[in-house]
């Protein structure tokens, strides 16, 4: 970068920076909705572009987990191998940031599309994990829970040789292994009634618990002002509450770089990095 480029770069970024600072402050009780933009400086890949669109396939639906054994040992397979790296993921500026900012009063309540858990990680208390959280395993037959590092050492012991591979991360704490043969992956059945284990995080096609839903309504109707944080929100169920803030006539700003679904219903928006946009707090 030029000395010429670098001079005027700077001035923009504090003048981004200083629009952000103003709106929290007339927001003093903030609903704050996050993305995977969130989680990119801790190692974990986002989902899409800055037009929105899919970066690589789509994830697994939850019809095709639960009605095909060859999805789940394709899912399992690359969770083995990716979760290595996803599980010890760390909170980066952008969460410590925000753990700030509720810790300042600013923020009611902070709603994450993300399953991993690093809101809390970084000292955030009040977390609604919209889609779940992905360091927890479910049977789906008897709501056993697991906790995913006693369900990865089952999964190394009964599939060693997988555990050996490396590959490139994916955005769900798998990893890229197209091209393989899973057909021999043994997935383990829940010990207790013998039915389908899955990641404790709402899948595609899959419904998002209801009482998830209403606890943000019930903030998101309380608060003043609503925050999106590296989320496009191209997917409705993060939409839909930026929708409903826009027909109640509260303020939205966003950090994201690139397009949102809803700019035509932002009041500001910050095409900065999200530490960047967010340093001033820390």
């Known amino acids: 970068?030029?000395?010429?480029?670098?001079?005027?770069?700077?001035?923009?970024?504090?003048?981004?920076?200083?629009?952000?600072?103003?709106?929290?402050?007339?927001?003093?009780?903030?609903?704050?909705?996050?993305?995977?933009?969130?989680?990119?400086?801790?190692?974990?890949?986002?989902?899409?572009?800055?037009?929105g669109g899919w970066k690589r396939p789509q994830p697994v639906t939850y019809q095709a987990f639960m009605g095909e054994r060859a999805t789940r040992q394709r899912y399992w397979a690359r969770s083995l191998v990716g979760w290595r790296r996803f599980g010890r993921a760390r909170p980066n500026a952008t969460h410590h940031a925000l753990a700030r900012l509720e810790q300042h009063g600013h923020v009611a309540m902070l709603l994450t599309q993300n399953v991993d858990g690093l809101h809390q990680a970084a000292g955030h208390r009040q977390v609604i994990d919209l889609h779940g959280r992905l360091d927890e395993v479910r049977c789906m037959s008897c709501d056993r829970r697991l906790p995913r590092d006693e369900f990865q050492r089952t999964l190394v012991e009964l599939n060693p040789t997988w555990a050996q591979l490396d590959a490139g991360d994916a955005p769900d704490g798998d990893a890229d292994l197209e091209g393989r043969d899973f057909s021999t992956f043994d997935v383990p059945p829940c010990p207790d009634c013998g039915g389908i284990l899955k990641p404790d995080v709402v899948f595609f096609g899959e419904g998002v618990p209801r009482g998830r839903v209403d606890a943000a309504i019930t903030s998101l109707n309380a608060a003043d002002g609503v925050l999106v944080v590296g989320s496009s929100l191209m997917v409705f169920s993060g939409y839909r509450f930026v929708a409903a803030a826009a027909r109640d006539g509260k303020p939205i700003a966003a950090i994201n770089l690139g397009r949102t679904r809803a700019d035509p219903l932002l009041s500001l928006k910050i095409e900065q990095s999200c530490a960047g946009a967010l340093a001033f707090i820390v």
């Open 1 to 51: 970068m030029s000395p010429e480029s670098a001079s005027t770069a700077s001035p923009s970024l504090e003048q981004d920076r200083e629009r952000l600072r103003d709106f929290i402050a007339a927001h003093p009780r903030l609903f704050v909705l996050t993305g995977a933009g969130c989680s990119t400086d801790s190692g974990i890949p986002d989902y899409r572009d800055s037009d």
